[in-house]
């Protein structure tokens, strides 16, 4: 008789515990976002921050890509195409840059004055491209790295982004660091489209080239 | 005997508004005024006619809003937000899912029977909608006050297994005919500890009237489940047991996802299913109505004598509570085995149920009117008894393994 209603103390009982996590759980918010609609990914609650090196969307710096196909052959599922024409010999599209790594994760391109190591406690001024001059102490710099001179017209930089397998591999073998993967939440995942190929990223500026296409035809109807 | 609008109107008063200023009579002189030119029994028929009306066209909305609130409360118990895309939160998400339900295929098994499994979800959908009959809504709000009530409720329900039945056989289905006969099994089990938990309140009230009943709970002490601690037990045997009665987790077998695909429907499409569907939720709201009414107060206040617009405000939100301690136990409690269903039934329900009945008899010679000392007796005996059930037994449970929640969030 004890036994029995035990049971049903104990049939109560557990039934109550369990009715009691639920509701907590009821009460807290949920963590669903909603995705295409809900871009502000930091305003809810419950969700710790992306860290620093996530390997989200690809984004390619292109003024600063040569054109060395590196990532397109190292790609193991082929998402990368790309054409290049090369320039006539002894033309460049410009000349050796340094690229100047910020510690708060921007870039500066230019040409740096004097030094190019990075010295301790020194201050260092960049001649950017569009003739600017910017002034940096060295604490504030990340790394500098040297950017090839562009011997290659780009004619076409597509990123399959349905096709990537998110590896990093690209990244790695970039000479110049022009090919990245977006770390932030509010562009590095966002790829809600209607048609799929909507996807392929194209990362080619021919616009960019036209004048110097230009003058180089113009040389060679010269010739 | 001629067709009166007097009688026209003192029908329309006795189902609807019993009031003094009877503005059902004006109403008919002002707007229907034809209808005093027509035979009495005509007269009678559309009187009912537009009781069913208006009864068939707002209690199938209920579902619609029950299975919108089923999703989201699963759903945030789960952390998740539910429905969302169709409407304001995901409000038209049911309309929706009805529309499209409408528009798929029929699909008739060819070597089913065909008569059976047409005939299923109407019987199924009738009698889950029969009961809102009987059910007072508020002080005048009750098609039909029936001196036989709470029994009409019980018998019209008990239909419901026939068309659970017819459903599974006539589909011809090895999972269908499985969740027919444990829901048959389950469904007649579950109906003796209601059927003995019911008996219990009407030992206390001496009528089968709902109304009567419900017009004797006025004030939060004198609502039954705490007239005597027998009831205050006897709610519990009846809600637990509704819940099998109405095929909920965890007393969900007849339609297992897990095991029979879904029970008795499993061969039914489109509309078809959706009616099975909407008599599913009808069901879980009727159950709820019956408990709020027979042992929560019914239409009546927390204080005697207040009840808002007749009582029916009171009466949905005590309903709906049930309801949602329903969806829940359902995302709570793991479904049960067969056997432990018909051990809760048989070994502790129905034993229970009888003691119930027995102590409500004593009670009922102890206290023939029900006073202010009877009302604090029992409360002080229901108090009492849950102190010392957790005093006997607490300290032996709390040494056993207790799940808990876990800290990831």
């Not at chain 1, 049971?7 to 996590?21: E, F, H, K, Q, W």
């Amino acid at each position: 008789m004890r036994q029995y209603l035990a049971n049903i103390y104990l049939g109560v009982y557990t039934a109550l515990v369990g009715m009691r996590i639920t509701f907590k759980q009821l009460l807290q918010p949920s963590v669903t976002h909603q995705y295409p609609y809900e871009h502000s990914f930091e305003k809810k609650k419950n969700v710790r921050d992306i860290p620093k090196g996530y390997r989200g969307k690809l984004d390619n710096r292109i003024e600063d890509c040569i054109g060395c196909r590196k990532c397109e052959i190292i790609c193991p599922v082929d998402c990368i195409t790309m054409t290049t024409r090369k320039l006539p010999k002894g033309e460049r599209l410009w000349d050796s840059m340094s690229v100047v790594h910020l510690k708060d994760r921007t870039e500066i391109v230019g040409n740096i004055e004097g030094d190019e190591k990075l010295v301790p406690d020194t201050t260092i001024t960049i001649k950017t491209r569009d003739e600017r001059t910017v002034s940096l102490s060295s604490e504030e710099v990340d790394r500098i790295v040297e950017r090839k001179p562009v011997i290659f017209y780009l004619d076409q930089f597509d990123i399959d982004m349905s096709l990537c397998m998110y590896c990093g591999l690209c990244t790695e073998v970039c000479p110049t660091e022009c090919l990245t993967m977006i770390d932030n939440l509010k562009d590095g995942i966002a790829y809600s489209t209607f048609d799929r190929t909507d996807l392929i990223y194209l990362f080619a500026a021919p616009e960019m080239y036209d004048q110097q296409t230009e003058a180089s035809d113009e040389a060679e109807a010269a010739d | 005997m001629p067709f009166s609008l007097q009688y026209l109107a003192n029908h329309l008063s006795q189902f609807w508004v019993q009031t003094s200023e009877n503005w059902a009579q004006r109403f008919v002189e002002n707007h229907v005024p034809f209808l005093g030119h027509l035979p009495y029994s005509l007269g009678e028929l559309i009187i009912m006619l537009m009781c069913c009306a208006i009864f068939v066209a707002v209690v199938p909305l209920l579902p619609l809003g029950l299975v919108l609130a089923e999703r989201k409360v699963s759903a945030h118990i789960q952390d998740r937000v539910g429905p969302m895309r169709v409407g304001p939160h995901g409000t038209l998400q049911t309309l929706a899912d009805g529309i499209k339900l409408l528009f798929k295929e029929d699909y008739i098994p060819k070597q089913g029977d065909k008569l059976l499994f047409i005939l299923a979800p109407y019987i199924i959908f009738a009698s889950s909608f029969a009961v809102f009959a009987a059910i007072p809504f508020g002080r005048s709000i009750l098609v039909s006050d029936l001196n036989i009530g709470i029994f009409y409720i019980m018998a019209i329900s008990s239909i419901i297994v026939m068309g659970v039945i017819m459903a599974g056989w006539a589909s011809n289905s090895k999972w269908s005919l499985l969740g027919a006969m444990r829901s048959a099994a389950q469904l007649v089990s579950y109906e003796i500890p209601i059927g003995l938990s019911i008996l219990t309140i009407i030992m206390l009230m001496q009528t089968l009237n709902m109304q009567e009943i419900v017009e004797k709970q006025d004030g939060l002490w004198n609502w039954l489940i705490f007239r005597s601690p027998f009831t205050f037990i006897a709610f519990f045997v009846f809600f637990i047991s509704s819940i099998a009665e109405v095929n909920r987790t965890p007393f969900d077998l007849p339609e297992a996802e897990s095991e029979l695909v879904a029970g008795f429907h499993t061969e039914y499409s489109g509309m078809r299913f959706a009616l099975f569907f909407i008599a599913e939720y009808a069901n879980m709201f009727a159950v709820s109505a019956i408990a709020a009414t027979l042992f929560l107060g019914g239409w009546q206040g927390i204080l005697p004598g207040v009840d808002i617009l007749g009582g029916l405000p009171g009466f949905v939100i005590k309903t709906l509570f049930l309801v949602f301690v329903m969806m829940w136990i359902r995302w709570t409690l793991p479904r049960l085995r067969v056997d432990q269903l018909m051990n809760l039934c048989w070994k502790y329900f129905i034993p229970i149920s009888f003691f119930n009945i027995l102590g409500v008899g004593i009670w009922g010679l102890i206290f023939p009117e029900d006073t202010l000392v009877s009302i604090v007796i029992s409360l002080v005996i229901i108090v009492l008894g849950l102190i010392g059930v957790f005093a006997v037994f607490g300290k032996g449970v709390s040494k056993a393994p207790v799940p808990q929640a876990s800290s990831a969030s």
